[in-house]
């Protein structure tokens, strides 16, 4: 049988539209027909915030989930903790996360708890997106140990490809000692605006210095209003698109 594919959405660099990407692949993977869960696994949940729905009450997070995996306690149903809304599932995360990923901290051989979770999960979808908070931390760990491959978005500014190597470096290291099958998905360009100097510099850095052993996505996302718009409204871009055109046109 078929099983998802997960897909971890890393940069310890914060603001770099993890969120916003996970959000838009999940619903644009759901558009496709593909069988999505998506799992917010930062304190901040902000892509929890983006698929709260005013009638959902959230009872069970990954926080609840993840501190019954470390107590070595059985996990509760998965209806109590994978939420829906309209085609794309998911997991939602709350500010307790930050609690659990200081227990992570002291406790012996943790990196996996997250992939123990998903695993069972696995067979249920076509595609498991993480999104990740912005540190090299536990969370993280727990995040790249479960993913069979990591997609990297880069806002090309100044200072965009520093702590780059830390990535994969880390990476490497999960690699080598944790998760042997996690791949470089690619690197993801967002919040571009294509016809400064400054980005075409960046880009051309990050190629020189990581084109040759990793993907750099074709695709390149424009900077643009609309992205936080549609963020504002919970709203995939995708959707807010049709939206405006239905209302202004
Ligand atoms: N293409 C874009 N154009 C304009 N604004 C964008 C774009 N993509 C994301 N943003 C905005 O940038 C901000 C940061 O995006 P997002 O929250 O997705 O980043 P993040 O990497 O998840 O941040 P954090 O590290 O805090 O988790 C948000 O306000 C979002 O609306
Ligand atoms: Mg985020």
Known sequence: MKKAKIIAVANQKGGVAKTTSVWNMAFSLGELGK??????????????ASFLEETMILKTTIADVMTKAMDEESLPN??????SRGKIDFIPSSIHLSVVEANLRMEMGSEKLLANILEPLRA?????????????????INALSAADSVIIPINPEFYATMGLTDL?????KIRKRINPGIQFEGILMTM???QTNLHKEVCLEVTEAYGNGMKIF???????????????????VIDFDILQKITYN
């Open 218 to 236: 074709k695709g390149q996302i424009p900077r643009s209003i609309r992205v936080g718009e549609a963020n504002r409204y919970g709203m995939s």
């Open 192 to 194: 571009c605006d294509m």
């Open 168 to 172: 994969t470096k880390t990476i490497l």
């Open 78 to 83: 998965k209806e109590e903790y994978i939420y």
């Open 124 to 140: 249920l979808y076509d595609f498991i997106l993480i999104d990740t908070n912005p540190s090299l931390g536990p969370l993280t």
């Open 35 to 48: 069988r999505v869960l998506a799992v917010d696994f930062d304190p901040q949940s902000n892509l929890t």
